[in-house]
């Protein structure tokens, strides 16, 4: 518990507001998940076939507000985005966006997964996969209109692909097909933006057109979480950062969060207890 | 819609191709007729009359029939495109050889010749199929195509023990069971085919109604997830589509081949287009015409396994496909690599032309050979580079045979040049090549530099100048 996130905008730590009743611990009361917060997790703990790759994550994004996520391989950084959105059970704990469920704000929150996620062989064009995220927009069974891909088109122009409508998707570059996934995410309208390793291998071109709109949508008002893998550009790029190693290591503001020590923390190897424990449970599970 | 409705005309112009192959047999005499016996292995050539009475569709029986089976390879074709997109094609595979269990079962049980209740029985073990392999895929340590191949095996393996009892019952031979393996169609009655199209049709509005919802769990599954589309589910109306599409083939195309009609049609589609709609409505078709083709044949030649025949047809339209399809094709792939390789020799010679008169200072004309003292290549490869040049009016030959550039030529070979020396000092100075060496990289990447990438040249070296003087000794080519 001593891992919270400290954070000048989140709800201070629930457990140490309450009175204690007793000095042996009691199961938690229910979170009092903040309605005024983008992206409240409490308790989150995540496995896979019964390993776990999260403990006990707490965690309350800032709104309005760039957030990095960053940690070492298999820190279960797009696991954390996954079972935010509930595309990966939860083993234990509650995600709540703006105080409601997922089911219930979905239309607030858009996803922009990792670009190697899908086959770019796939029969469509770019204005096509840009229209998928208005598609919760559109009834059942019903094609997507013209109102539904003008707004797709737009979407692709803010991020400088208009030309590329027409486009199959695998003739476009890497870069290309990245911007592509945030134009999709852009036709949601959401309010929350959880995007897994947009920047990885794209060109310096494509980065810096990332990072304006990653601006223009803190601008707006939207809060955006970003799984982040160079950790050289994290203080130029967030606000606030989230330092991750199958538990949350530290987070809050960039300044403050992302320091030597707490990365040394992060990335050093003092976690390999955690990772046996983890392994522990999942032999257990199996015999 | 005119590109869909183009490729659409050059996939009907390649059937157009193949398809006369097939009925040209009616133009051979027909065999006088042969004692027939169970034991009989010589063919019976159908008449002519015969054959333009199927192609006629003249008899009701075979019409409906033949109707039957061509809605059924429609609606295969479509729903195989998207279980083929999602990667689940070789499912219908576990599935078709998983439902022999359920056939003999049922026969044994019930016994009953009736289609209804056979297909029933079909259905159950072919759904247990699919259900073992879902079952053995989330064990960690078996992957997805063994479970499918153990499921495929063991359920076929299952099935031919219970044939064997069926064979020894005393009805168990004549009952047809072994139709359902390699398929029959000329052994469906009217009402058999009745079922076959009915449920081909509400498969196929299935697939439609359900179009822009299986082209998202296609394409990106855990965005539809995230979207809140019920994926699991989704999955399962798709599984079910193939499961009904499966099981009324069984009789038409039999259980061994079944699967091929699910995948050889949106194969053969891919090539054609880039577009889904435009793929599913190519591989509907080109189910359809395989499903029209095996049928009408079956039909006229009683011992040809249906199956097979469909199989084959559907097979000659990817063979025909994966080689003439205008874009993917490999056709079209060796004719771009050719006219790759054509530009290519053509900028080197408009290059070494453009490079004589740089060292020379004015318009000078050189000789074949010295030509070939700087660009390696013989004498035939110069002969034709040249012979183009010159139709394109781009270099003319003077009177005692040596080459000089004309003025639209050297427009060209002064693009051509510009381009290699801007490519050869963005090397050496953003890649640390040697000059020494940036000759032949530049060489290779050159012809293929797009209008953009060259503006992004001139940004970033800043220059404009009409064209740079190189940055190592001309003529130093080894």
Not at chain 1, 25 to 52: G, K, N, Q
Not at chain 2, 227 to 240: E, F, I, K, S
Not at chain 2, 255 to 279: C, E, S
Request: glycine residues 8%; aromatic residues 6%; positive net charge.
């Amino acid at each position: 518990m001593n891992h919270r996130a400290v954070d000048s905008n989140a709800p201070r730590d629930r457990a140490a507001d309450r009175p204690s009743i007793a000095t042996t611990p009691v199961p938690r009361a229910a979170p009092d998940h903040s309605e005024a917060c983008p992206l409240s997790i409490h308790d989150m703990t995540v496995a896979y076939h019964r390993r776990p790759v999260l403990w006990d994550v707490d965690y309350a994004a800032p709104e309005g507000q760039l957030v990095g996520i960053v940690g070492p391989n298999g820190a279960g950084k797009s696991t954390l985005l996954k079972a935010c959105l509930g595309l990966i059970p939860l083993a234990s704990g509650s995600v709540r966006f703006y105080g409601k469920t997922y089911q219930q704000a979905r239309r607030l929150v858009g996803y922009v997964p990792q670009r190697e996620s899908v086959d770019w062989d796939f029969p469509a064009s770019a204005l096509d996969v840009v229209t998928m995220g208005r598609y919760g927009r559109i009834p059942w069974c019903l094609p997507p209109g013209r109102k539904q891909k003008q707004a797709a088109l737009r979407c692709l122009e803010q991020v400088g692909m208009a030309d590329f409508a027409r486009r199959q998707i695998s003739k476009l570059s890497g870069g290309q097909q990245q911007r592509v996934f945030l134009a999709r995410a852009l036709a949601q309208e959401a309010q929350v933006y959880l995007m897994d390793e947009p920047f990885s291998g794209v060109d310096a071109a494509t980065e810096a057109a990332i990072v304006t709109l990653l601006r223009e949508l803190r601008a707006r008002g939207r809060t955006v979480l970003v799984v982040h893998h160079d950790l050289q550009t994290v203080p130029e790029y967030f606000d606030h950062v989230v330092l991750l190693n199958m538990r949350i290591v530290a987070a809050g503001p960039t300044a403050t969060v992302f320091t030597r020590e707490n990365l040394q923390k992060t990335y050093g190897g003092r976690l390999t207890l955690l990772d046996q424990a983890a392994d522990a449970v999942a032999r257990a599970g199996r015999t | 819609m005119r590109r869909t409705s183009r490729i659409i005309a050059c996939a009907v112009a390649s059937i157009a191709l193949i398809a006369p192959v097939q009925p040209s047999r009616a133009a051979e005499p027909p065999r006088p007729e042969a004692r027939r016996s169970i034991t009989d292995t010589t063919w019976q050539w159908p008449t002519a009359a015969q054959f333009r009475d199927v192609f006629r569709l003249a008899d009701y029986n075979t019409r409906v029939v033949v109707i039957g089976v061509t809605l059924l390879g429609l609606a295969s074709g479509i729903v195989g495109t998207f279980a083929y997109l999602r990667k689940r094609a070789l499912m219908g595979d576990a599935l078709g050889h998983a439902t022999l269990p359920g056939i003999a079962a049922a026969f044994l049980l019930l016994e009953t010749k009736s289609l209804p209740i056979l297909l029933i029985g079909a259905t159950l073990s072919g759904v247990l199929g699919v259900l073992a392999v879902a079952g053995l895929r989330s064990i960690p340590r078996i992957k997805e195509d063994a479970a499918i191949g153990i499921v495929l095996s063991v359920f076929f393996g299952i099935g031919m023990v219970l044939m064997a009892f069926v064979q020894q019952m005393r009805t168990g031979h004549e009952a047809g069971l072994q139709n359902f393996i390699y398929g029959k169609a000329a052994s469906m009655l009217e009402r058999d085919a009745r079922l076959i199209a009915a449920s081909a049709l509400v498969v196929i509005a299935g697939s439609l109604l359900l179009y822009k919802e299986f082209r998202l769990i296609c394409f990106d599954q855990p965005f539809a997830g995230a979207q809140g589309y019920p994926v699991v589910a989704l999955d399962l109306a798709m599984m079910a589509l193939v499961v009904v599409t499966t099981v009324v083939g069984l009789q038409a195309v039999g259980l061994i081949l079944v699967v091929a009609m699910l995948i050889v049609p949106p194969a053969a589609a891919r090539f054609w287009t880039d577009r889904l709609f435009g793929m599913t409505l190519l591989a509907g078709l080109f189910g359809a015409l395989s499903g029209w083709l095996g049928a009408s044949l079956s039909a006229l030649l009683p011992r040809l396994p249906t199956g097979a025949i469909i199989v084959v047809c559907a097979g000659a339209f990817f063979v025909v496909s994966m080689f003439f399809a205008p874009q993917r094709g490999i056709l079209a792939g060796l004719w771009r690599q050719a006219a790759l390789r054509r530009r290519i020799a053509m900028q080197h010679l408009l290059r070494a032309l453009a490079e004589f008169e740089e060292l020379h200072g004015r318009p000078a004309p050189v000789s074949g050979d010295e030509l070939r003292s700087r660009r390696r290549m013989s004498h035939a490869a110069l002969r034709a580079v040249l012979a183009r040049a010159m139709r394109r009016n781009l270099v003319v030959r003077d009177a005692d045979g040596r080459i000089r550039l004309t003025d639209d030529g050297r427009v060209e070979a002064t693009r051509v040049l510009r381009n290699h020396r801007l490519w050869e000092i963005y090397l050496i100075r953003y890649a640390d090549i040697a000059p020494s060496h940036v000759d032949r990289d530049a060489d290779e990447i050159e012809h293929v530099l797009s209008e953009q990438i060259i503006r992004e040249l001139e940004a970033s070296l800043q220059t404009l100048a009409p064209i740079p003087p190189s940055p190592h000794v001309l003529g130093d080519r080894p």
